[in-house]
Every structure is written in structure tokens, then in C-alpha cells.
């Protein structure tokens, strides 16, 4: 026998009895984006490497360790993309959607990063992303933050995440700071952590976000970002505040709260939760004003959010809110014996022409009325259809409720459409 082949470690196969959870998911996705007037764009799994070096930030941890890249038959060098941001910017600049424009927009798909698989992350993984391009004030970073709590009640778990919130500063603000911020750390280099070490020059204000006890103490007495901002980016941040306290969306400043990518500046934050074990984020975001031009196109103001769609399953499934044997079927049409077959085949057609809405299921392989009936209760349908050679003769169907204690019944087939609509609303 042939060795099985198995899937790539960290790239998980997604099986029937688990989609459910990603159907509901999606499903309150497309109805959050519809309900704001947000558009859908899809762009390539596959990217320049060079994107995601110029928009990530080539000292990060996604560029310098994660990213799953290799060069073409041309030689040139080309990623998997390891989030949405940059290839939604990259479309935007080469199809003219964004300078001097307002765009409203959200994808969802699997994003690759290269890192050790564990509970809620893998390589292949997927998310959800909101881009807004255009608009620079407070009140649309106040949308997006409304936007992802509402996403919550749609899924009935906002008592399980907490918003935390901060801003960053322009890029003039960041940079006085990060030279002060960078002179503190020397002072106290040896008592660092080696990720802070390797950062406090690159990157130092991903320092402030170290996972280190130690580092977070030493961090207690070091420049505070706040004292950096002018009065331009006080005003946003306190306008911010002022919308969400006015939307009755409840947060939690977090002065250390940083980005792990390179482009955000102003505003940053994150949705936690404590119910998966540890705190973890489940959706993250702010603003990159910066970012379209970096790349090319002209200065444009952008905000956004991503989330990745396994965390939120595991939580949806760790809280219970979704079902572990849900239906298949409303409708599960039988057919007695081989006369019947045809039938009944054209009986779930005309169902399916009439009922759009509601899933119709056809027995196939035969099998006594027991066996039928069996396949038929564990599709979860609520009405099974029994056809036999009696019915066949007769232009009748028994309709069988299998979710009420409701008697079944014989009806003409010119009938059934107007049955079943009334039994689907009863059950």
C-alpha cells in the first residue's frame, strides 16, 4: 500500500463537521460589511516580496522569519502574503481606487506566515480585514471601532472581549520619542531581554510590547509616548474617546499598547479576550496614514482592522455558540422502492424551484424505510417526503414531520410546495 500523504504541518484541513462554525462566521461578516456600505475586493495570495519589505518593515519578525518566499522561473522573488493590508494598498495604487477618493472596503482569506503552529494559529491562516481610504478624522476611526463591536453582538460575545485602545503619533512625534526612548534603553541595555536587545535601535517601540517581566518593569520609569504628541493628535485621540464613550463602547487606554507592523501611526487597537486561556488578541487595527504613499501613490489618509477567522472560531467554539450537530437539511425527500426514484427526484426539483430558501436533501442508494428513515433524522431535516409506488400512482406524497409530535400526512403533489412551507414555519 501506497504511503498516505499528509497535509503541511500548520495548513489545516477544514472537515464538514467544522464548517459550520466558519458559515456563521462569514455569514455575520457579510452582514456587518453590508449594513455599513463597505465593498468586498479579493487580491492575489501571491505578492512582490518587495511589498511586504517596503510596508511591514524589514526588522519585524514577519519579514525576517515568517514570511514564505522563493523566486519564480523569471528569478524574481515573489511571497505568499502574510496580511491583507499591503496587497489591498497595492491594488488601490495600480487601479487608481484611492488618491483623492473615499473607499470603503473588506476582503477575507489565508494569509501564510512560517511560525510554530499552536492552538488558534497556524501557517495557512485567514482573516477578515476592514481598509477605509480618505478620510483623516476621528469620527471614521470611531466607525471602524463601532463597526468591530457590533461584529461581536452579531456573534453574541461581546461579554468575552475588551477593547484596548492607544495612539501612536504622527511620524515627527514618534520619531523625537523613539530617540528618547532609544537613549533610556541603553542605559539600561543589560538588563533587556535578547528580542528587546535586538530591537531597541530597529524598531524600539516594539519594545514596549515585550511579553518580558522584567523588561515590562524596567519599562515603568522609561519616556512616556504621551508626553511627545502635539496638540493636533491630543485633539484627535480625545475625539475618539469622545465618540466611542457617546456610542456607549466601552475600552481601556493602554499607554504600551504598539502595532507589530511598521505602518501604523495615531490611533492602534485591539480587541482581547481572557476565554481562550491566556489573553489573546482576536482583532486588531488603527491607522496608516502613511502607508499609501510609502508605497508609491499619493498621500492618503487610511484606517483599518483585521481579524483572523481561526481565533474567532475556537472562541465561538469555546463558548458554546455554535452548533456541534447542526442540520444539513430542512427537507429530505425518500423514495420507496425503484419506480419511485424518479419521482421523487422530480418532487425535491420542484421544491428547490419554489423553496429556494430552504435545503432540500434526496435519499440516494436505496435502502428499506428504516434505513431511509434514519439517513433523514440525521441530516437534522424537519420534514421528511415519503414517496412510494402508491404515491407514484396516486400523484401523492406523505409529508412526515421528524421534529413535533404533528401526524403525518398523504397530500395531492400539486400540494406539497404549500405543505411544506407551512410545516418548515410550524415546526
Partial sequence: MAKQIQAIRGMNDLLPSQTPAWHKLEQAIRELTASYGYSEIRTPIVESTDLFKRSIGEVTDIVEKEMYTFEDRNGDSLTLRPEGTASTVRAGNQHGLLYNQEQRLWYVGPMFRHERPQKGRYRQFHQFGVEVYGLKGPDIDAEVLIMSARLWKLLGISEHVTLELNTLGDSEERGRYREALTAYLEQHKAMLDEDSQRRMYSNPLRVLDSKSQSTQALL??????????GEETQQHFQRLRELLDQAGIQYVVNPRLVRGLDYYNRTVF???????????????????????????????????????LERLVLLLTELGKVDDSPAIADVYVTAMGDNAVSAAMKVAENLRDQLPHLRVMSHCGGGNFKKQM?????????????????????????????RSQQQQQSIAQTELVDAIRTQIGSV
Fill in 270 to 308: 485591539e480587541w482581547v479576550t481572557s476565554s481562550l486561556g491566556a489573553q489573546g488578541t482576536v482583532l486588531a487595527g488603527g491607522r496608516y496614514d502613511g502607508l499609501v504613499e510609502q508605497l508609491g501613490g499619493k498621500a492618503t489618509p487610511a484606517v483599518g482592522f483585521a481579524s483572523g
Fill in 220 to 229: 515603568e520609569n522609561a519616556p512616556a509616548l504621551v508626553d511627545y504628541f
Fill in 374 to 402: 434514519k439517513r433523514a433524522d440525521k441530516s437534522g431535516a424537519q420534514v421528511a417526503i415519503i414517496i412510494g409506488d402508491d404515491e407514484v400512482s396516486a400523484n401523492t406524497a406523505v409529508v412526515k414531520p421528524l
